[in-house]
């Protein structure tokens, strides 16, 4: 009789053990049976312990499951049914929620895409990119707002940007959505400290870079400083501000002042932007040569000579710097050279190339020459007549020379506006010059402008055309092609507006009519196309840190 109760015995813990593997046992000691009953939004154990932040924290719900604050799961139609299916009752609040209520410290969500029931509602700004999905739809932990999102230190950052804290990298649990937090490189460097500098690091500012260019910057890394230039240990803290003349390229850089390199040779976060403060003119610049004060130059003003066959370069045409490695000009002016025909000339006063008064002047070699695809010259009436120059070697911004601003909604123009014209060849009372002399002229309206040519040359006015001038004796005139036309703004900052590309001739000459208007590019019309070549062109100078694009709020190239 007693074995067969010590038998019996030995079966019920048998029993209970094989149980426990697949059951939850309570704080208070009672057996919740099912697993699954664990984190489910109803608080089964007398204690509540099977619905508590510790165990439900590394929850991961199903996408058509709602996550409650705590952790748990429940079905994503009971939330805002009415009833608490969560226990801290998070699967009812934020219901009927409008984008217009959300607080300054809450993130909006958006609809719940419920045609019959439709309601908005909103987070704690607090539970953005914290690796959990809080919006119904996981706005909250989208990649498009958590690359941007700051983490804080002690902490790491996710490859899609979310921020975890550094105590759970690999620990066998995927606390970054997207696992990166338990990579194989990741987990063998945290194992290795001491083989972290041989295995990995984080890319350097290498001066050939225009981001790095742009940067002050300074470099610590266990109480040393060190070159930024090298390969970056982790634990490195970067701190950086955008240099002179240069401002944070978008409002989202404006508070990105440091960075830290992680145990996996990423940044903590994406490294500062700056771009040229352009289109502003400097409060003046004293050019005094021989005693005599000469004009201002034009920071974004640049004049193009060719060396082909010739003893000394020959001025052609104007040009505009619109970054720091490329200018825009017509294409008639160049359509027909290679680019190492050609010479760029910046801060100069003269046309003669090398001219003693030119002090300020700086020179350039053009790397290459990009033709709008569908310019056919005279051919075609000069249509999309505009081009640009890679330099080969990128300038230095300052207050001599600075780019002007391109607006990418600066797709018209208005009638009698006035705009500012740089120009070497400008004619004035029938004299021509051949320095450096800056006017304002007026944007005349289409149908003036046609009303004023003759039959003739009306062919080459088009949608992508417009006019400008006084028509009274004073233009532009031969060898001012491709000089830009701007408007300044609002904002205080020049826009470039216009390209010179071509004005009618007086009778029986080649010489232009400074009795008549000239005839611009638009520029707006091909803010695009610029935009395409720019990024494609600044990618050679953003090797391993940014493809830098063009496209920020209301951006200058």
Not at 64 to 86: H, L, M, Q, T, W
Not at 259 to 284: E, M
Request: with cysteine; glycine share 6%.
């Amino acid at each position: 009789m007693f074995l067969l109760q010590f038998l019996a015995f030995l079966l019920t813990i048998t029993i209970v053990l094989t149980q426990s593997e697949v059951n939850f046992i309570c704080k208070s000691g009672h057996l919740l049976s099912g697993i699954e009953r664990v984190c489910d939004g109803i608080a089964q154990c007398y204690d509540g312990s099977d619905e508590l932040i510790d165990f439900c924290a590394h929850t991961l719900c199903p996408p058509e499951y709602f996550r409650c604050n705590y952790g748990a799961c429940v079905p994503r139609s009971k939330k805002c049914n009415g009833i608490r299916d969560c226990v801290d009752l998070s699967d009812e609040t934020n219901c009927g929620r409008k984008q217009d209520s959300c607080s300054p410290t809450e993130f909006y969500c958006g609809d719940n895409g419920d045609d019959t029931d439709s309601y908005e509602y909103c987070i704690e700004s607090s539970k953005i990119c914290d690796q959990q999905h809080d919006c119904w739809n996981g706005a909250d932990e989208d990649k498009t707002i958590c690359e941007n999102a700051l983490c804080p230190e002690k902490t790491f950052r996710c490859r899609y940007g979310g921020c975890i804290s550094e105590t759970v990298l690999c620990d066998g649990f995927y606390d970054c959505l997207d696992g990166s937090d338990e990579s194989q490189e990741l987990c063998i460097i945290l194992k290795c400290p001491k083989c972290t500098k041989f295995l990995v690091s984080c890319p350097p500012f290498v001066e050939q870079n225009i981001v790095s260019k742009r940067l002050l910057k300074k470099c610590m890394w266990n109480g040393r400083q060190l070159p930024c230039a090298q390969s970056i240990l982790p634990g490195t803290k970067v701190t950086y501000a955008c240099k002179d003349n240069f401002k944070p390229k978008s409002t989202k850089d404006l508070s990105n002042d440091w960075n830290l390199c992680q145990a996996d040779g990423t940044w903590l976060r994406d490294i500062l932007k700056c771009k040229p403060d352009c289109g502003r003119l400097s409060a003046g610049i004293p050019l005094i040569t021989n005693e005599e004060k000469l004009p201002q130059t034009m920071p974004w003003h640049a004049s193009i000579y060719v060396v082909e066959n010739v003893s000394k370069p020959k001025y052609i045409c104007g040009a505009t710097l619109i970054s720091e490695a490329v200018v825009v000009t017509v294409a008639h002016c160049v359509w027909k050279y290679k680019a190492e025909d050609l010479r760029i000339v910046m801060g100069n006063l003269k046309s003669e190339f090398e001219d003693p008064d030119d002090f300020l002047a700086r020179y350039f070699e053009v790397r290459d020459i990009f033709v709008h695809e569908i310019y056919l010259d005279q051919f075609a009436n000069y249509g999309s007549d505009i081009a640009l120059l890679e330099l080969l070697k990128a300038v230095e911004i300052d207050e001599v020379i600075a780019p002007v601003c391109i607006d990418a909604n600066f797709d018209s123009v208005n009638d009698e506006e006035l705009g500012m014209v740089v120009a070497l060849s400008m004619i004035d009372n029938s004299n021509a010059s051949r320095s450096l002399h800056i006017k304002s002229i007026p944007i005349i309206s289409h149908q003036k402008c046609v009303e004023r040519q003759t039959s003739e040359f009306r062919k080459y006015l088009s949608i992508t055309k417009f006019c400008a001038g006084w028509a009274n004796g004073t233009s532009v005139c031969n060898g001012d092609s491709g000089a830009g036309l701007t408007i300044r703004k609002s904002d205080g900052r020049h826009y470039l507006q216009g390209i010179v590309s071509i004005s009618p001739r007086k009778q029986s000459t080649d010489h232009c009519d400074p009795n008549q208007y000239t005839i611009f590019t638009k520029v707006g019309i091909y803010v695009k196309w610029i935009e395409n070549y720019l990024k494609h062109i600044n990618e050679r100078y953003n090797p391993q840190l940014s493809t830098d694009d063009t496209s920020d709020d209301n951006a200058s190239t």
